[in-house]
């Protein structure tokens, strides 16, 4: 052995032979289909050993051109267009695509429709958390907690089911109202969740807060401080987990949240941790806000305008199979009234005419500002709709929060970030 | 600030302020975008620190052709302002906002990939939602709409502006 080959003293390789390995990087796919992008998300990670040296999300996959197909429907068929883009908030898409073309017309819906809007968004935004808790804590192992987060899910969708006769992509928020009002047994089954939940979320605290290991795949990792998230447009509870008290409920007010009383939850760890911190709060919040709701209802009233050239004309019930007419309503139009059939026919096929002109309506999805910008240039179908939604956004910053550290923390950043391809894509 | 506030205080170096449904917009010249958004994002009384969308309108056979269309907020004030640019058809053109507001970057990825709106100084203008090889701008008006092919006898779907029944 010559001398100039030997081991370094410290028994560390030479300076010549580690850049000969440190140039070697190595690029790799993760996604679009792998279990743990939550969808069909791609990123290309170029990693050196288990480093992770640069990170491009790559998008688009589920792209379905939903904003270009409401452009050739009638605005009351949008509804059933945006509810599918993000498809774990549903009721969100709905309300915040209902409340731009209200603005458009200049009506308001019934009060008793907006206290259904808010009740359903928080019962949304819990189960949406749930996935989130369910799937996030799978992809780190803890496989009991995503059977208790389904388990749950699993509830409140029982109970969306029985009011909107669907468990997803309900379509049951109109522009005017709410397609119908809930069932008889409607509150009691809210009640009995509203009873139950809490302890449950509080179980899923005992398993996951002070867990050693939920602990260490969750704590200082990824990290995104307040300044740069703002920066990158970053909103929901991956904002507020950095500090900022940014919620659209509380700083834009609509649907009449202003009356509710609930805490915008916050955290400043500004990591992994955090988040979960601040969406397990969230849940607590959502179902006080759901208490009031329930509250509210008890007095009956009107879900949907009354003005008919707005208001769509069919009764709705829920029947075996999901909403259709309701047979009063098929009688009345098809042995009644040829009137009423005219109109129906008219509403159907034509829909309502929006005056011209250009709103921006956000509301606060569970993944942070979701916001509408829809046009209308007088006609009978939406000239454009934009959703800004918050997935999409968000998405950006993760470059930021997983370069530098390692390929297993990527699992814990992404889960964190709980991006929804559906409305990433649109 | 309301948006006839918001108007009032713009109006004094964007004439071009308009109030509708208690939203303010502003038009600004495709050379003034960057002053004019830099100068509502530093502006003591405005504060609009947060980009919250950028999109565009297509209107063929007008001029401008089309309205590149950002929507500021204010993380701390909480109001909002519309700021919008209008671009012909022969030269789709903007500056890019990344320098101020580095969110833009995927907003601005997606109006190019739906429109073709070039914005001029983005790092990596390049589609995002659509393939890497598209051809055409899928929400521009004039885009033509594809049907669907069924192994049903030959049978094809018409797209939807194309349907009679």
Request: a negative charge.
């Amino acid at each position: 052995m010559t001398a100039d080959r030997a081991p370094s003293p410290a028994g560390e390789p030479s300076a010549a032979s580690t850049r000969e390995i440190r140039r070697e990087t190595m690029l790799i796919n993760m996604g679009p289909q792998h279990p743990s992008t939550h969808g069909v998300l791609r990123l290309l990670l170029e990693l050196d050993g288990e480093t992770v040296l640069s990170c491009t999300p790559i998008v688009g996959y589920l792209h379905t051109g939903i904003e270009k197909n409401t452009e050739y429907r009638t605005w009351q068929q949008g509804v059933t267009f945006v509810t599918r883009a993000d498809y774990l908030s549903p009721f969100f898409n709905e309300v915040g695509y209902c409340l731009a073309v209200e603005k458009l017309l200049g009506i308001e819906a019934p009060p008793r429709a907006q206290v259904l809007r808010v009740l359903f968004c928080e019962m949304n935004r819990i189960a949406s958390h749930l996935v989130w808790l369910a799937t996030s804590g799978l992809e780190l192992g803890a496989v009991s907690v995503m059977l208790y987060g389904f388990r749950e899910r699993e509830r409140i969708l029982d109970i969306f089911e029985a009011a909107t006769g669907l468990r997803m992509n309900h379509a049951y928020v109109r522009i005017g109202g709410v397609v119908m009002d809930l069932p008889d047994d409607g509150l009691d089954s809210i009640g009995d969740f509203l009873q139950t939940m809490p302890g449950r979320i509080d179980e899923y605290e005992s398993l996951l807060t002070q867990n050693p290991i939920w602990i260490q795949r969750n704590l200082g990792v990824g990290r995104l401080s307040a300044k740069d998230a703002l920066a990158v447009g970053v909103t929901g509870p991956t904002l507020r987990a950095a500090g900022p008290a940014r919620d659209v409920r509380r700083d834009e007010p609509y649907s009449g949240y202003e009356t509710y009383d609930f805490d915008v939850v916050t955290s400043d760890g500004a990591d992994c941790y955090a988040r979960y911190l601040v969406r397990i709060g969230e849940m607590r919040q959502s179902l006080r806000i759901v208490q009031q709701c329930v509250e509210r209802l008890r007095e009956p009233g009107p879900v949907m305008v009354e003005d008919p050239k707005v208001r769509w004309p069919a009764h709705l019930e829920v029947g075996p199979d999901g909403i259709g007419n309701s047979p009063r309503y098929i009688t009345h139009i098809m042995e009644e009234s040829m009137e009423a059939l005219i109109h129906h026919f008219k509403m159907v096929t034509e829909g309502v005419s929006v005056p011209p002109g250009e709103v921006y309506v956000p509301v606060e999805s569970p993944r942070g500002e979701l916001g509408f910008y829809v046009v209308s240039d007088g006609g009978n179908r939406p000239y454009r709709v934009k959703m800004r939604d918050p997935s999409f956004v968000n998405l950006q910053a993760t470059p930021q929060m997983v370069e530098g550290g390692l390929v297993a923390d990527v699992i814990a950043v992404i889960a964190s970030i709980d991006p929804v391809l559906g409305g990433v894509d649109r | 600030m309301n948006a006839a506030g918001i108007a009032d205080r713009v109006r004094m170096s964007y004439p071009e302020v308009v109030v509708s449904r208690e939203e303010a917009s502003v038009s600004v010249g495709r050379d003034e975008l960057l002053a004019a958004l830099g100068s509502f994002r530093d502006d003591p009384g405005l504060r609009l620190d947060f980009l919250s969308s950028v999109t565009a309108t297509d209107r063929p056979g007008v001029d401008p052709r089309f309205w590149v269309v950002y929507e500021l907020s204010s993380t701390e004030l909480h109001h909002r302002l519309r700021v919008k640019v209008g671009v012909s058809d022969e030269d789709p053109r903007v500056p890019s906002a990344t320098g101020l507001f580095p969110t833009a970057d995927w907003h601005e990825r997606e109006t190019y990939d739906f429109f073709g709106v070039v914005f001029d100084g983005h790092p990596e203008l390049r589609r995002i939602l659509l393939p890497d090889d598209w051809e055409g701008w899928p929400l521009r008006k004039t885009e033509e709409l594809g049907g669907v092919n069924t192994r049903f006898h030959g049978a094809f779907i018409p797209p939807v502006d194309r349907r009679t029944s």
